[in-house]
């Protein structure tokens, strides 16, 4: 069973997550200039990595609600 996400957690993972995200081209998002896609693909990913560690209610990014329960 996963362990539940906490802030401290979610603070650990944003800091390791963009790290590893830093690293590296990311080829899908060559040439966009909206900055709001860009951020709300990075969250999409973001929310990809935790789900695959944690456990937590993910919000809606369109509400400006992330992460409800934290």
Partial sequence: ???????ELLRQEAHN???TESQHS????FGVTDGKAVGTYMEHKLQQYLHTKYTYVEG???KGIDFPNL
């Fill in 1 to 7: 069973m996963k362990p539940d996400l906490t802030i």
């Fill in 17 to 19: 997550f963009s790290q």
């Fill in 26 to 29: 990311e080829s899908s998002l």
């Fill in 60 to 62: 809606s990014s369109a």
